[in-house]
């Protein structure tokens, strides 16, 4: 059960895009179609944005996308906001009812 | 509205144990699959564990599996976690989340527990 890899940090001016990745194995991300993304700002519970690879619950914007290639998962954020600033952490099933968390991104909006 | 409001965390001494509660509403609680996800002070999510709409199958992560036992109330929409052998590195932020479609759609405020002599 390794944490997914993310990158530490990752950052984009108003209206720019940024794109997170999200690398696990054929054991979890390359394996099943349940990965999912969450928005964490500091002090704050994680808000779902992404589930099942791809699909946004209601109420969150479609300027957040989701998609997968193999072992590696991606989150898009285009036209930035202030608000967007946060920690991004996404999250695979891993099998035999385990899941795993990636290491987590923070974004920031220049 | 959907709500998910956790207690029971505290300070311990590392061996000891605490259980934590979920107390849940605005939902039919039997109906989802549950999780515990911790988060240290300053670090990021770590998963801990889940447990079906029935409490018939659960699952753990390795560095809690044989310490942490999760538990679900069906009548009293309650979720727990009751954690044994406690260690300093199980310090952390618990919180309770429900499931959808892979996904923890709904989350806690979160209960801190702290492990320390």
């Known amino acids: 059960q390794s944490a997914l890899t993310q990158p530490p940090s990752a950052s984009g001016s108003p209206g720019q895009s940024v794109t997170i990745s999200c690398t696990g194995t054929?054991?979890?991300?390359?394996?099943?179609?349940?990965v999912s993304w969450y928005q964490q700002h500091p002090g704050k519970a994680p808000k779902l944005m992404i589930y099942?690879?791809?699909k946004r619950p209601s109420g969150v914007p479609d300027r957040f996308s989701g998609s997968k290639s193999g072992n590696t998962a991606s989150l898009t954020a285009s036209g930035l906001q202030a608000e967007d600033e946060a920690d991004y952490y996404c999250?695979?099933?891993?099998?035999?009812?385990?899941?795993?968390f990636g290491t987590g991104t923070k974004v920031t909006v220049l | 509205e959907v709500q998910l409001v956790e207690s029971g965390g505290g300070l311990v001494q590392p061996g000891g144990s605490l259980r934590l509660s979920c107390a849940a509403s605005?939902?039919?609680?039997?109906?989802?699959?549950m999780h515990w996800v911790c988060q240290a002070p300053g670090k990021g999510l770590v998963w801990v564990s889940r447990?079906?709409?029935?409490?018939?199958?659960?699952g753990y992560a390795d560095s809690v599996k044989g310490r942490f036992t999760i538990s679900r109330d069906n009548a009293k929409n309650t979720l727990y976690l009751q954690m044994n052998s406690l260690r300093v590195e199980d310090t952390a932020v618990y919180y309770c989340a429900r499931e959808i479609n892979g996904g923890s759609s709904d989350w806690g405020q979160g209960t801190l527990v702290t492990v320390s002599s």
């Open positions: 054929s054991s979890d991300v390359g394996g099943y179609n349940y």
């Open positions: 605005g939902f039919t609680f039997s109906s989802y699959w």
């Open positions: 999250s695979s099933y891993a099998g035999s009812n385990n899941f795993v």
């Open positions: 447990i079906n709409g029935d409490g018939s199958s659960t």
């Open positions: 099942e690879v791809s």
